[in-house]
């Protein structure tokens, strides 16, 4: 099973950015799409982007683009993903997942590996 470890969360001020790393290790990354999903206080875990393993294609839930940016360097087997124009509602913890399975969608069951977690917080 692949492991996963978020990096670079932290506290920005509204309109600042942050990129956060999933950095993995065990398995063929390039095997697994990679997701980035967000859980604020209080609320359910919800899609933020996701890159495919092959063919460059990527998701965005609706809220993010054009602000944030999901990246991929196989070489360092690590997905980034790029946020800018933070705001408060951007508050959460930002876990990374990976899915070995051959369909590629936001759908959180999908990802059978996840992180712990990196906490952003945005404020206002």
């Known amino acids: 099973q692949v492991q996963l470890v978020e990096s670079g969360g932290g506290l920005v001020q509204a309109g600042g950015s942050l990129r956060l790393s999933c950095a993995t290790s065990?398995?063929?990354?390039?095997?697994?799409?990679i997701g980035w999903f967000r859980q604020a206080p209080g609320k359910e875990r919800e899609f933020v982007a996701a890159?495919?393993?092959?063919?460059?294609?990527?998701l965005y839930t609706d809220s993010v683009k054009g602000r944030f940016t999901i990246s991929r360097d196989n070489a360092k087997s690590t997905v980034y993903l790029r946020m800018n124009s933070l705001s408060p509602e951007d508050t959460a913890v930002y876990y990374c997942?990976?899915?070995?399975?051959?369909?590629?969608?936001?759908?959180?069951?999908?990802?059978?590996?996840w992180g712990q977690g990196t906490q952003v917080t945005v404020s206002s």
């Open positions: 997942a990976a899915s070995l399975l051959p369909i590629f969608r936001r759908l959180e069951s999908d990802f059978g590996s």
């Open positions: 065990g398995r063929t990354f390039s095997n697994y799409h």
């Open positions: 890159f495919a393993r092959s063919g460059g294609r990527t």
